[in-house]
């Protein structure tokens, strides 16, 4: 038993399991939003079955795509691929088991979301490779962790409708933003190895003048989102809160002084996604 417990625990490690914070919550908040309240049991459910295989599928693949990379970077070096803690045949197996389950929630959840599953773990997939070729790999992760909203709203309607867009927008900026600020710390690692990010091509200054940028107008669709589906103060207030945490989380770091990445990183995102979803929730719940 506790052999078995460490092996899941080491495979949880691999996928960084408790980042699904990030995207998990906006995905619910799609939910809530076009249930116009909460969902029924068995379709948030089924959301959160769909949210944790694709995102397993995802993380895993990357891992098993950049593991010869990962084994160079001294930042990297110790992730269980590069560190044999987990084979590269038990890592492809997991990534398949997890599209399964991904395939197996759309097909539960309406005949919309399992014709477009495909297209989704194909977006999902293609980012791993991005960064070989384009600065734009964080906008593509974006894109990716976005299909979180657009899909929990598919699975409530069973229809595409353009008024989630602008939350499905806002997250991509919220993503893409930190994961540039993520990649300060192998700006010079990806410079001599050929890779690609917005560090990497503008520098540490402007890459931080980028993200801010992106969380600007994050913080404007979210506002936005409110007004496309008539909330009310509540969910403004919270928009406050989100607002003071996007705050939060470009004043801890500097060119200077990149030592607190990882605090703006996890947690200043993850408040940022639970607070969207938390006053979307009380908003709805009044």
């Keep these: 038993m506790i ?3 460490n092996k899941i625990s080491t495979y949880l490690r691999m996928i960084k399991f408790s980042h699904s ?15 116009n309240g909460l969902p029924s049991l068995r379709q948030g459910l089924w959301i959160a079955v769909a949210m944790v295989g694709a995102r397993s599928a995802a993380m895993g693949l990357n891992r098993v795509v950049d593991r010869k990379i990962d084994a160079l970077n001294p ?12 084979s590269v045949t038990d890592a492809r197996v997991f990534v398949a088991v997890s599209t399964v ?17 495909p297209l989704a773990i194909g977006i999902i997939f293609f980012y791993s490779y991005t960064k070989r070729f384009t600065w734009v790999c964080h906008l593509v992760l974006g894109v990716a962790i976005a299909l979180a909203p657009l899909g929990a709203w598919i699975a409530i309607k ?18 893409a933003g930190f994961d540039t600020i993520y990649g300060l710390q192998d700006t010079d690692f990806d410079r001599s190895h050929g890779l ?5 091509r503008f520098g540490v200054r402007a890459a931080l003048s980028i993200a801010r940028g992106f969380h600007v107008l994050a913080w404007m669709l979210l506002v936005l989102t409110g007004g496309v ?7 403004y207030a919270g928009m406050v809160g989100v607002a003071l945490f996007f705050w939060y989380e470009h004043s801890i770091i500097s060119k ?8 703006a990183f996890f947690n200043a995102n993850g408040y940022i996604s639970m607070t969207v979803f938390v006053f979307v929730l009380m908003e709805k719940s009044l």
Excluded: H
């Design 3 to 5: 052999t078995l417990l």
């Design 21 to 35: 914070i990030f995207a998990l919550p906006f995905a619910f908040t799609a939910a809530i939003l076009a249930a």
């Design 75 to 86: 930042r990297t070096s110790s992730r269980e691929l590069p560190a044999g803690t987990i």
């Design 101 to 117: 389950v991904f395939f197996v929630a759309a097909y539960m959840l309406n005949p919309l979301c399992f014709k477009l599953a």
């Design 158 to 175: 069973g229809n595409f409708s353009y008024q989630i867009l602008p939350l499905v927008a806002a997250v991509i900026f919220w993503l």
């Design 196 to 200: 690609y990010s917005i560090p990497q």
């Design 229 to 235: 589906f008539g909330l009310g103060i509540v969910y």
């Design 256 to 263: 200077d002084d990149l030592t607190r990445i990882n605090v």
